[in-house]
Each structure stands twice: as structure tokens, then as C-alpha cells.
């Protein structure tokens, strides 16, 4: 399977991976699967460390590709249908977060399922999300 992470989850998954649902880590882990994070997460780290918002625990951006490399997390870049995709989302959501919105876009179009604790992810269902925690 593909699983997409989330900006926390995948905070989680290089800071403190007790942090993650069991099922979830469970699913993070097995080799059979498929584990990508997209580089909207970097910029949203990237932003918010620079405005003091985010602490990664000594961990700086720099280390961000051997860390993903060491736990087989596969960097995705962003794509046109990406965008294009989050310009049709349900416009009803409250849920306006303009990083998550991308990264549900690439869990829809790249049918991956998306890895998150965020239950205000579960209004994208109609659009296409499968979404997993717990």
C-alpha cells in the first residue's frame, strides 16, 4: 500500500514516534509498504521554525533527507494536478489550512491513503481521501 504522511505525522514519525497511533506506526514500518511525505511538509516546517513556532528537537531541515531516508520515507514534489486538485476541494470545510489542503490534494490524485490525526481531514472523504489513524 501508499500511505502519504501529514506534517505532524511526519514530525512525529523523526521526532517522537510514541506520538503515533499504534495501528499507525504499525502501518509506518512494515516494509511491504510504501511511505511518502510531500514537500509541502518541508515548507511548513521550514515557515514555522523560522518564526519561532516549531521546535524539532535538535533536529535541523539539512538532516530532513537522511532522516527520511534512514526510516525509507520517499520525498514527493508538488504537481500541477496537485494544485489543481486543491482548487476544486470542498470550499465548505472550516478547515482552511493551505499545507494540509495540499497535502490532502496529493493523497486524492496520487490515490495514496493519507496517514493523520486530524479528524477535520475526515470532511474530505467526498472529495476522494482515504483517511487512516487509528
Same mark, same amino acid.
Given at each position: 500500500?501508499?500511505?502519504l504522511l501529514d506534517t505532524c505525522t511526519l514530525m512525529w514519525a523523526l521526532?517522537?514516534?510514541t506520538r503515533i497511533a499504534d495501528s499507525a506506526r504499525?502501518?509506518?514500518w512494515e516494509s511491504k509498504n510504501s511511505v511518502f511525505a510531500s514537500m509541502?511538509?518541508?515548507?511548513?516546517?521550514?515557515?514555522?521554525?523560522s518564526l519561532g513556532k516549531l521546535s524539532m528537537n535538535g533536529i535541523t531541515l539539512e538532516m530532513f533527507p537522511?532522516? $527520511?531516508?534512514?526510516l525509507h520515507i520517499e520525498l514527493i514534489a508538488i504537481e500541477p494536478e496537485d494544485c489543481y486538485k486543491l482548487s476544486v476541494l470542498n470550499q465548505k470545510v472550516?478547515?482552511?489550512d493551505p499545507f494540509d489542503r495540499l497535502i490532502i490534494s496529493q493523497a486524492i490524485n496520487r490515490k495514496m491513503i493519507l496517514i493523520s490525526p486530524d479528524k477535520m481531514f475526515l470532511e474530505y472523504e467526498p472529495d476522494? $481521501?482515504?483517511l487512516i489513524w487509528d
Open positions: 500500500m501508499r500511505y521526532t517522537d514516534e504499525d502501518i509506518l509541502s511538509s518541508f515548507i511548513e516546517i521550514g515557515i514555522k521554525t537522511e532522516l $527520511l531516508d534512514t472550516r478547515h482552511r476522494g $481521501l482515504n
